[in-house]
């Protein structure tokens, strides 16, 4: 009998651990059968996103405008002065395809690009006619304003910006000290006068079809300065 109620023991305790496990099956199959779900969603919101990413961007061509200006033309760009043509090219800004001029200015060392459909910005040289009047100016008195000279030096600032030949006169006129000596003048006035003469000694020399000191010569005798500007 004693033998018998061992037996009966054993198999009790095998039956509840069978139940055990079977139990913990079954709460393990839903969970990973979650997880599965999870990842299998998160691969197909990674690969649409990729797949939106990926999109090739079509290069949209700028509105095709009439050249006014030819390879080695020379020009007057407001900022920089005079610059010659020497290639016409495209490029890309962003997305779009842009045709430019390509500019060259000798004397900064120095290439600018400009987009065709800003040719406005530019102008072409001087013809002799205002090249003379431009000398008349030069010979005039200086028209100094009774003015604070802060506001008076964003006038001629804006003067030489411009890149118009008689507004780069008007400011060389005015900032001229003949044979005076440079005492009087300071460093903000001798750097804007220099920034104008040489703008408009540039211009005369292409136009006129002289040597550099030639031309300088020209403008000094118009100026009344003995000392050649440097």
Not at 13 to 39: F, R
Not at 43 to 53: A, D, L, T, W
Request: aromatic share 6%; net charge positive.
């Amino acid at each position: 009998m004693p033998r018998k109620k061992k037996k009966i023991k054993k198999v009790k305790k095998y039956k509840k651990k069978k139940l055990k496990k079977k139990v913990y099956e079954k709460e393990t199959k839903p969970n990973q059968v979650k997880k599965n779900n999870l990842e299998q969603g998160n691969i197909s919101r990674i690969s649409k996103n990729f797949e939106q990413k990926i999109e090739i961007v079509k290069i949209k061509k700028q509105n095709t405008e009439k050249k006014i200006f030819k390879i080695k033309d020379y020009v007057v760009y407001p900022r920089h002065g005079v610059g010659k043509i020497f290639a016409i090219s495209s490029k890309n800004i962003g997305t779009i395809e842009v045709q430019c001029y390509e500019i060259k200015f000798e004397k900064d060392k120095a290439v600018g690009l400009l987009p065709i459909n800003k040719q406005s910005n530019l102008r072409s040289l001087s013809s002799i006619n205002q090249i003379n009047k431009a000398i008349s100016i030069l010979k005039e008195k200086p028209k100094i304003k009774k003015t604070m000279w802060s506001r008076r030096a964003q006038e001629y600032e804006q003067k030489i910006v411009s890149g118009k030949i008689y507004d780069l006169a008007e400011v060389v006129r005015d900032l001229n000290k003949g044979n005076d000596t440079l005492v009087d003048q300071s460093y903000s006035e001798r750097q804007l006068f220099e920034k104008a003469y040489n703008r408009i000694l540039d211009e005369f020399q292409i136009v006129l079809g002289v040597t550099h000191e030639q031309t300088q010569k020209k403008l000094d005798k118009a100026l009344k300065r003995n000392q050649i500007a440097e």
